[in-house]
Nanobody, 115 residues
Framework: DVQLVESGGGLVQPGGSLRLSCATS????????MSWVRQSPGKGLEWVST????????RYRESVKGRFTISRDNAKNTLFLQMNSLQTEDTAVYYC????????RGQGTQVTVSS
């Protein structure tokens, strides 16, 4: 079975940083592009970022460019999202996903940005 387990969320003040991790198992991680998606209260699922299987190409939604960095460790089957300069609008449950639409995603980790 595909397993995606996110961690690293929490409460942070505006301007702060968090590093999310996603431990994966049950599939050949190194051959899949991987994504982060998020869902804010009252909103639908929103794509955040994608990284190619080799890690050579990354894409970001406009609102997080320059603040978030996606990365991966194919030897450890783990996906990361470094989030800097966090804003209140970044408050959401963050999911790692096999699909850009989040169809196959984990249980998520809560990120709350508040003073």
């Amino acid at each position: 079975d595909v397993q995606l387990v996110e961690s690293g969320g929490g409460l942070v003040q505006p301007g702060g940083s968090l590093r999310l991790s996603c431990a994966t198992s049950g599939f050949t991680f190194r051959i899949f592009d991987m994504s982060w998606v998020r869902q804010s209260p009252g909103k639908g699922l929103e794509w955040v970022s994608t990284i190619a299987s080799t890690g050579g190409t990354t894409r970001y939604r406009e609102s997080v460019k320059g603040r978030f960095t996606i990365s991966r460790d194919n030897a450890k089957n783990t996906l990361f999202l470094q989030m800097n300069s966090l804003q209140t609008e970044d408050t959401a449950v963050y999911y790692c996903a096999l699909d850009v639409d989040g169809r196959r995603r984990g249980q998520g980790t809560q990120v709350t940005v508040s003073s």
